[in-house]
């Protein structure tokens, strides 16, 4: 009965190709966010959604493109997939500025 | 300067050892502090939420913002093998959701039995 449950939890695909990362929460949050985990572990925003709504959009290249059908859903799509791009990807919803951590995406692109 | 500072350790102590994780941050408009606790090959989890200066307990846990210094702490009483992960330390400028976490690199504990 995950919280908050993204798939795939492992993605290995080639430079250029195009993938996409899913995400759903149940806990009833009205906010969800995508981040991004180097390989040093530093952990950095991407994106903050509020009830469907784009709220933050940090400095990101294009080819990141959220997308949320509902509350509980928010996906990752990226495409032109670049070697830079290989990181963990962890998917969050908050309820009053708590977060709760998916148990992230391990993208690695050859 | 970077936002938040944080010791990458690693730290490497014995079972039964008093642990004392830091932070130091550059934005004075930061309010809110927070501690996540991660597993390898897992999600950060939230362990301690502080708003202000001063204390918070929580069982073997105590967070401790001194907000004139721009310096945050975790201290783990009686340390357990089980507590061996990365310690992340984050701070925002406001509790609501619409406002970004900025996150310290983490510390990387391990409690030998």
């Known amino acids: 009965d995950t919280a908050v449950s993204q798939t795939p939890k492992y993605l290995v695909t080639q430079m250029g190709n195009d993938k996409s990362i899913k995400c759903e929460q149940n806990?009833?949050?009205?906010?969800m966010y995508w981040y991004k985990q180097d390989s040093k572990k530093f952990l950095k925003i991407m994106f903050s959604?509020?009830?469907?709504?784009?709220?933050i959009n940090e400095t990101v290249p294009n080819r990141f493109s959220p997308k949320s059908p509902d509350k509980a859903h928010l996906n990752l799509h990226i495409n032109s997939l670049e070697l830079g791009d290989s990181a963990v990807y962890f998917c969050?919803?908050?309820?009053?500025?708590?977060?709760?951590f998916g148990s992230g995406t391990q993208l690695s692109v050859l | 300067q970077k936002e938040v500072e944080q010791d990458p350790g690693p730290l490497s102590v014995p079972e039964g050892a008093i642990v004392s994780l830091n932070c130091t941050y550059s934005?004075?408009?930061?309010?809110?502090f927070m501690w996540y606790r991660q597993y390898s090959r897992k999600g950060p989890e939230l362990l301690m939420y502080t708003y202000s200066s001063g204390n918070k307990e929580d069982g073997r846990f105590t967070a401790q913002v001194d907000k004139s210094s721009k310096y945050i702490s975790l201290f783990i009483r009686d340390s357990q093998p089980s507590d061996s992960a990365t310690y992340l330390c984050a701070m925002s400028l406001g509790g609501g959701s619409n406002y970004k976490l900025t996150f310290g690199k983490g510390t990387l504990l391990t409690v030998n039995p």
């Open positions: 969050a919803s908050s309820n009053g500025g708590k977060l709760f």
């Open positions: 959604y509020n009830n469907k709504e784009l709220i």
């Open positions: 806990l009833g949050h009205d906010t």
């Open positions: 934005n004075s408009a930061f309010q809110y």
